[in-house]
C-alpha cells in the first residue's frame, strides 16, 4: 500500500466538529487541487484559528464567509509555513478581521504586508505583486514549538517543528482530535519538494521519523495537509513518501556512478523520466538537496 489515486478532487468541507476546510480555487501542478485552509473551533465557539489562508481574493472572501456561516469571527491567523500559496492571504485577512498572525518566520509575513515581498530562494511561481497596494502594519508574532492557544476559548495544539520541505515548516497537533496539520510535509496523493537550498533532505528524512513515531504513539492519528484530501491512515504515507525519497536518492547515486555529471539538469534527464514537465523546475530543486 502507498500513494491514494483520488478519484474526484478533493473539495473541503467540514471533517470533524471542530475542522472545517475551506479548499482555494488555486490548482496547479504545485498545489495540486488547491490549498487547503483549515478553520478550527471548540464546538459553540465563536471566535476560530485559521490556517494557511491563501491566495488573497476570492480566497479570503470565502473563508470569511464561511466563517460568518458558522457565527465566528476570526480570532487568530495561523501560517504553517511560509510559501506563498500558503500566507498571500494573510495581510488581507489580518486588515478585515484585525485578527493577530502567527508564524514561524514572522518578519516575512510583516515584509509582505509592507509590500516588500523577499522569496525564498527557489520556490516556484512566487509572486505577491498585488500585495503592494495592501501596505499596513500587522501584528505578527512568532508561532514557536510548543503549546499554542491564542485566545481564551480557542482549540489547544501543539506547534512541533518539522523542517525539511522548508526549513521553517511546522505541525499544528490538535490534541483533543488527535490531528495534526501538517502543511506540505506530506501527503496523500503523493510526494513533497524539498525545496533546497530552503529545504534539507536530511532534515525531511527526520521529520518523517518524528511523524511515524507520533502516529505509533497514538498521539497522532489524522492529518490534515495542506493540498488534497485528509490522511485517515498516515503510516502506509508516511512509509511510500520515504520509500520513495530513498529510492530517489539510489537513482542519484546510481547515475552518478554510470557517469552522469553532478548536475541537476543532467540527473533530472536520466532520473526523473516521465515526469510531468510542469514539475521539473521543482524537481531540480529536490535533485540539488539529494546532491
Known amino acids: 500500500m502507498g500513494f491514494v489515486k483520488d478519484e474526484a478532487p478533493w473539495e473541503g468541507?467540514?471533517?470533524?466538529?471542530?475542522?472545517?476546510?475551506?479548499r482555494a480555487n488555486n490548482p496547479s501542478p504545485m498545489t495540486y487541487a488547491g490549498t487547503n485552509t483549515w478553520i478550527v473551533a471548540e464546538p459553540g465557539a465563536h471566535a476560530c484559528v485559521v490556517i494557511d489562508p491563501a491566495p488573497e481574493g476570492e480566497q479570503v472572501q470565502r473563508i470569511l464567509a464561511a466563517c460568518e456561516a458558522?457565527?465566528?469571527?476570526?480570532?487568530?491567523?495561523?501560517?504553517?509555513?511560509?510559501?506563498p500559496d500558503h500566507i498571500e492571504g494573510i495581510p488581507q485577512l489580518a486588515k478585515k478581521t484585525g485578527a493577530p498572525v502567527y508564524a514561524p518566520r514572522e518578519?516575512?509575513?510583516?515584509?509582505?504586508?509592507?509590500?516588500?515581498?523577499?522569496?525564498v530562494v527557489g520556490v516556484a511561481g512566487e509572486s505577491a505583486?498585488?500585495?503592494?497596494?495592501?501596505?499596513?502594519e500587522l501584528?505578527?508574532?512568532?508561532?514557536?514549538?510548543?503549546?499554542?492557544?491564542?485566545f481564551e476559548g480557542a482549540p489547544k495544539f501543539e506547534v512541533l517543528a518539522l523542517p525539511g520541505h522548508s526549513q521553517d515548516s511546522v505541525g499544528l497537533l490538535l490534541s483533543s482530535e488527535k490531528a495534526l496539520f501538517t502543511g506540505d510535509v506530506l501527503f496523500r496523493h503523493g510526494p513533497t519538494v524539498v525545496f533546497y537550498p530552503d529545504g534539507v533532505l536530511g532534515s525531511y528524512f527526520e521529520t518523517l521519523y518524528k511523524l511515524e513515531a507520533l502516529v505509533r504513539a497514538g498521539d497522532a492519528l489524522r492529518f490534515y495537509p495542506g493540498h488534497g484530501y485528509p490522511i485517515e491512515d498516515p503510516l502506509p504515507i508516511i512509509e511510500a513518501t520515504r520509500a520513495h525519497r530513498e529510492e530517489r536518492l539510489s537513482q542519484v547515486?546510481?547515475?552518478l556512478a554510470s557517469g552522469t555529471p553532478a548536475n541537476p539538469e543532467a540527473l533530472f534527464d536520466v532520473v526523473y523520466q516521465g515526469v510531468d514537465p510542469a514539475?521539473?523546475?521543482?524537481?531540480l530543486r529536490s535533485i540539488r538537496a539529494q546532491l
Open 139 to 150: 501584528p505578527v508574532f512568532h508561532l514557536a514549538e510548543g503549546a499554542f492557544c491564542p
Open 107 to 119: 518578519q516575512r509575513i510583516v515584509r509582505l504586508a509592507a509590500g516588500e515581498w523577499e522569496p
Open 129 to 136: 505583486s498585488s500585495c503592494s497596494s495592501d501596505r499596513q
Open 70 to 83: 458558522q457565527n465566528m469571527r476570526v480570532g487568530a491567523i495561523v501560517a504553517t509555513h511560509d510559501h
Open 253 to 255: 547515486r546510481e547515475a
Open 13 to 22: 468541507g467540514r471533517v470533524s466538529q471542530r475542522v472545517l476546510c475551506v
Open 279 to 283: 514539475l521539473r523546475a521543482p524537481s
